[in-house]
């Protein structure tokens, strides 16, 4: 299906072909982008000279009213989404990266996001040696928060919201942004314009678990440092240390979790942190991200918008809904069997003109594999879930809202999708705010829309400016019609 997309948009050219995605050799994240950039520099070249005219669409008025719907209107390489089949990372499936992406080698039962980065941002798998190579770098260069976002940080008001907070570190980041600067002196042309945005957005990355650690203490500790930072682990494990969720001396380890909870607390978070990185460009976060970054906006205030985007109860703060959701709901039946009481109570929310969360798609059109993973993390672990009443009520709920939904009737997919899963999950091994849900998801967002940014600036893609139409407009095209 995939493919019948991919070759009807592009006839006889390919951006990466398949064969792209093996094994590359020993380079680093650096030189192995340089090597695949003249080639995909001279693919647009030749797209815009020979193919610039070919129609890829109808633009309908359903469509410009309706939230752009359908419309195949913007360049976007690392991921794409099937309706069917869901989400394609360079072309592979979850359980493909699953196989295929490496992980530390020692602890791991899932990929390290930083192998994602890698294949995202290269086309191409990466080795062993590389991931290790990219996790060095990123942890070497998030040792530290510039001292003005520590600041800006600890005088926030400690009960506003954490997606607010993410976005005012991350904002407050620009001050010591590489490319803002030196396009500012005048420093670089066009051309390079992609080097300085990586290594922002390598720096953005890397800054992550220090700011999501600040977040998580500033509104559960009173902005004390519940865990320690190290350069010697992976991303991942640092955002659970300095959450104060693992098991080891860098960690204050709040919640009591034993060895293999710790363990399995932070494989949770590379799954997670490695499958939400992007869902192709069109969602809230991803556009929002390209389109900022359209104006030159450097890659903080870039990726700070998107994370705004991700705020919205629509988009990622679904995540949040949906565990508050969960839990008002289970303190509302009497039991997770009792199917019944499960439907009136949805039925409740439904006729109350209000959106069950975790459901529906604007794109997907089945259960998505993002879900399913999620799902399978915890059937993988029965002896760790088995009492827990809400992750068997998201279970029980993933059987029945469906039901429920195509009665409705309104939802073009009855579905769960990736965040009526993730939260309660999170939930189970102790992080209780449920606020917080949606920075998780803003760690791991950053890595596709800020690969897209790098490569939009490879490509020298123009600033995004659509045509936009009033009343009057739309009249007199359906004038034309008649
Ligand atoms: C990471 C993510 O962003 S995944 C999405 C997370 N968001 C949620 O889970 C929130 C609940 N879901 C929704 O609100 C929607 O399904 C969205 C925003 C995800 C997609 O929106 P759309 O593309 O407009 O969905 P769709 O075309 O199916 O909507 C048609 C109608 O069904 C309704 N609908 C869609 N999903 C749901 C739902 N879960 N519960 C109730 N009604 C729904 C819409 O509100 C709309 O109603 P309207 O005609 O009265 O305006
Ligand atoms: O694709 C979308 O519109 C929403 C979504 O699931 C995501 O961004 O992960």
Redo the contacts with the bound molecule.
Sequence with gaps: MLQTLTSRTYPSIRFFNSTAVIKSSSLTLKEALENVIPQKRNTVKELKSTYGGTVVGPITISSVL??M?GNQSMFWQGTSLDPEHGIRFQDLTIEQCQKRLPNTGVDGDNFLPESMLWLLMTGSVPTFEQTGSLRRELAIRGRKLPHYTEKVLLSLPKDMHPMTQLAIGLASMNKGSIFAKNYQKGLIGKNDFWKDTLEDSLNLIASLPLLTGRIYSNITNEGHPLGEYSEHVDWCTNICSLLGMTNGRSSSNTCNLNSQQSLDFINLMRLYTGI?VD?EGG???AHTTHLVGSALSDPYLSYSSGIMG?AG???????Q??VRFLIEMNSNISSTEQEEEIKNYLWK??NS???????????LRKP?PRFTAMLEFAQKRPTEFKDDENVLLMQKLSEI?PKV?LE?G?????FP????ASGILFYHYGIRELLFFTVI?GCSRAIGPLTQLVWDRILGLPIERPKSLNFEGLQALTNNDN
């Excluded at 309104?410 to 009855?414: A, D, F, G, Q, T």
């Design positions: 309706g939230g719907r939400h869902h969602n809230v976060s991700l109860p629509l988009h990622g703060l679904a995540a809904e949906v929310v439904l003109n209000r959106v069950i969360p975790g459901y529906g798609h604007a794109v998505d809202a939904l409705h309104k939802s073009k997919n009855p999708n990736v965040d009526s998801f």
